[in-house]
């Protein structure tokens, strides 16, 4: 659907639906607040790999919708109002003569399979799309641009990235000092900035943007969404979840023998999640071999009528075993802690959990013990933790760091900034940061898909009676 240029006006366009009215976000781009920009000719047009015809280049008038279903039956409700995004893709024009551009790229928070691969695609992109020749690794996280030296990169030192976990910049929580931070951005001379991490970078990310608006510098910041929790709003996922779920997978069906196999046996699996059980979900769903989910967006408890216990006592009685997996910000208000846990925090400012696994198999033997003190029982704990997210991206999210960087070397050529690239609705769109760094992807547990895991666990709903 075409709608009229976003530049021509600050109001955002409208688009009528059976749900209301649709509006583009409008992006931010360098010519709000320097004048001097001036735009030139794609380079993709004489790259020698592209050929480009019609309907190559993407207009400002091409978005995606956030929103794509609508019932038809619905009265129209003129009040309320969807976003639509900018669809991702190379312009015709853009604001950056490649000769010219220093980009830097920094990877920050914690790892996610796929980082490698999107500071590979980042750096032949901009290298083989664009003819960028100078592009900068930023070491350890945000810190970084101000305590250590950039490292040059280019095709040759990447090659071979997409195979490997990790981030060979490294990564690191904490260090943002904003004044610091944009100082060093400017004395390295940096004009083009992506930055790859997740919610607590993107927040960094929009100050880092909001003070490059103020000091009005000709420099272009671009996030790239990296979650394994996949608690990042907007986009469908983040690259590397899937990923994830099937190394999740591997625990549970490792808890499931280990279950089958020991006399009264509980396979007890911790999945990562710090405040959103999406991992855990769908190892789940993907599994079917869970007797029980446990996530933090739903509370649960042990003891008494439609407790996990009494649920776990018949589902033994029934198949002789159990499994049980625990995503690991679930259950934390249960656990016992000291005043200083309670305060504990990361670098980042991010709560410190406790082991939600260890502290559930000690209640399940204890109460073993005392429910059924003559049988055997055995609880097995798997604690994959790390292991499900420092391993190499898998074809599928390969193939996604590759698209949503390509997007958003697009996006900052064309002069567009402050805004985050990823897939909406299967579609690339830009976004912008600050609209990222606010929403949270949180389970819904009153969706169909949380209802399919009770269905498949056939697991309580732990309302006490
Ligand atoms: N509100 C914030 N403002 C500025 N920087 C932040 C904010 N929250 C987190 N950061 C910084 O972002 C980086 C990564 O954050 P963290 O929460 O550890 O990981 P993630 O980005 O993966 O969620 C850290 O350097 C941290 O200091
Ligand atoms: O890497 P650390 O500091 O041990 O933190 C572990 C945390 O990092 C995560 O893997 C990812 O969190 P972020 O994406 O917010 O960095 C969480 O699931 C987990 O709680
Ligand atoms: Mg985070």
């Given at each position: 659907?075409?709608?009229?240029?976003?530049?021509?006006?600050?109001?955002?366009?409208?688009?009528?639906?059976?749900?209301?009215?649709?509006?583009?976000?409008?992006?931010?781009?360098?010519?709000?607040?320097?004048?001097?920009?001036?735009?030139?000719?794609?380079?993709?047009?004489?790259?020698?790999?592209?050929?480009?015809?019609?309907?190559?280049?993407?207009?400002?008038?091409?978005?995606?919708?956030?929103?794509?279903?609508?019932?038809?039956?619905?009265?129209?409700?003129?009040?309320?109002?969807?976003?639509?995004?900018?669809?991702?893709?190379?312009?015709?024009?853009?604001?950056?003569?490649?000769?010219?551009?220093?980009?830097?790229?920094?990877?920050?928070?914690?790892?996610?399979?796929?980082?490698?691969?999107?500071?590979?695609?980042?750096?032949?992109?901009?290298?083989?799309?664009?003819?960028?020749?100078?592009?900068?690794?930023?070491?350890?996280?945000?810190?970084?641009?101000?305590?250590?030296?950039?490292?040059?990169?280019?095709?040759?030192?990447?090659?071979?990235?997409?195979?490997?976990?990790?981030?060979?910049?490294?990564?690191?929580?904490?260090?943002?000092?904003?004044?610091?931070?944009?100082?060093?951005?400017?004395?390295?001379?940096?004009?083009?900035?992506?930055?790859?991490?997740?919610?607590?970078?993107?927040?960094?990310?929009?100050?880092?943007?909001?003070?490059?608006?103020?000091?009005?510098?000709?420099?272009?910041?671009?996030?790239?969404?990296?979650?394994?929790?996949?608690?990042?709003?907007?986009?469908?996922?983040?690259?590397?979840?899937?990923?994830?779920?099937?190394?999740?997978?591997?625990?549970?069906?490792?808890?499931?023998?280990?279950?089958?196999?020991?006399?009264?046996?509980?396979?007890?699996?911790?999945?990562?999640?710090?405040?959103?059980?999406?991992?855990?979900?769908?190892?789940?769903?993907?599994?079917?071999?869970?007797?029980?989910?446990?996530?933090?967006?739903?509370?649960?408890?042990?003891?008494?009528?439609?407790?996990?216990?009494?649920?776990?006592?018949?589902?033994?009685?029934?198949?002789?075993?159990?499994?049980?997996?625990?995503?690991?910000?679930?259950?934390?208000?249960?656990?016992?802690?000291t005043e200083a846990q309670k305060e504990e925090r990361d670098e980042s400012g991010n709560p410190v959990f406790l082991d939600v696994g260890s502290w559930l198999k000690s209640e399940f033997r204890s109460w073993w013990s005392r429910s059924h003190p003559n049988e055997l029982f055995t609880v097995k704990y798997i604690d994959p933790t790390?292991?499900?997210?420092?391993?190499?991206?898998?074809?599928?999210?390969?193939?996604?760091?590759?698209?949503?960087?390509?997007?958003?070397?697009?996006?900052?050529?064309?002069?567009?900034?402050?805004?985050?690239?990823?897939?909406?609705?299967?579609?690339?769109?830009?976004?912008?940061?600050?609209?990222?760094?606010?929403?949270?992807?949180?389970?819904?547990?009153?969706?169909?898909?949380?209802?399919?895991?009770?269905?498949?666990?056939?697991?309580?709903?732990?309302?006490?009676?």
């Open positions: 659907m075409a709608i009229s240029s976003p530049e021509s006006t600050d109001l955002a366009n409208t688009v009528s639906t059976p749900a209301g009215s649709v509006e583009l976000q409008r992006l931010p781009h360098l010519t709000d607040y320097l004048s001097n920009i001036e735009t030139r000719p794609n380079p993709l047009q004489s790259n020698p790999y592209y050929h480009p015809s019609h309907g190559f280049y993407i207009s400002d008038s091409d978005v995606v919708f956030r929103r794509i279903t609508f019932d038809l039956a619905q009265t129209p409700n003129s009040g309320s109002k969807q976003p639509a995004y900018h669809r991702a893709g190379p312009r015709k024009e853009v604001v950056f003569d490649p000769t010219g551009v220093r980009a830097a790229i920094v990877t920050c928070g914690g790892l996610c399979p796929g980082m490698n691969t999107v500071i590979r695609e980042l750096v032949i992109g901009l290298w083989e799309l664009y003819g960028v020749r100078r592009i900068f690794g930023v070491g350890a996280g945000y810190r970084g641009f101000y305590s250590r030296d950039p490292v040059e990169l280019n095709p040759k030192l990447v090659h071979n990235l997409h195979k490997k976990g990790g981030t060979i910049l490294e990564t690191s929580r904490g260090g943002f000092d904003l004044g610091k931070i944009v100082d060093a951005i400017e004395r390295h001379g940096f004009n083009q900035l992506y930055i790859i991490g997740g919610d607590g970078t993107m927040r960094g990310a929009v100050k880092i943007f909001d003070e490059i608006r103020r000091r009005k510098l000709n420099i272009g910041v671009a996030g790239i969404p990296k979650t394994v929790d996949n608690d990042i709003g907007i986009i469908d996922r983040s690259f590397g979840f899937q990923t994830a779920v099937e190394m999740a997978q591997q625990a549970i069906a490792a808890g499931h023998v280990e279950a089958e196999s020991g006399v009264n046996g509980i396979g007890l699996v911790k999945l990562m999640g710090r405040s959103t059980g999406h991992i855990a979900l769908h190892a789940t769903l993907s599994s079917r071999d869970v007797d029980c989910c446990l996530i933090p967006e739903t509370p649960f408890f042990l003891e008494g009528k439609g407790g996990l216990l009494e649920f776990l006592e018949n589902r033994i009685k029934e198949n002789g075993h159990a499994v049980v997996v625990v995503a690991e910000g679930a259950g934390q208000e249960l656990i016992p802690r790390y292991m499900i997210r420092a391993v190499p991206a898998n074809a599928v999210d390969n193939m996604y760091c590759t698209l949503v960087a390509h997007s958003a070397i697009h996006g900052v050529m064309a002069g567009y900034t402050g805004f985050v690239s990823g897939p909406v609705n299967g579609i690339y769109a830009y976004i912008p940061l600050v609209e990222v760094a606010e929403t949270k992807n949180e389970v819904n547990v009153k969706d169909h898909k949380w209802a399919w895991v009770r269905s498949v666990t056939n697991q309580p709903d732990f309302i006490r009676v």
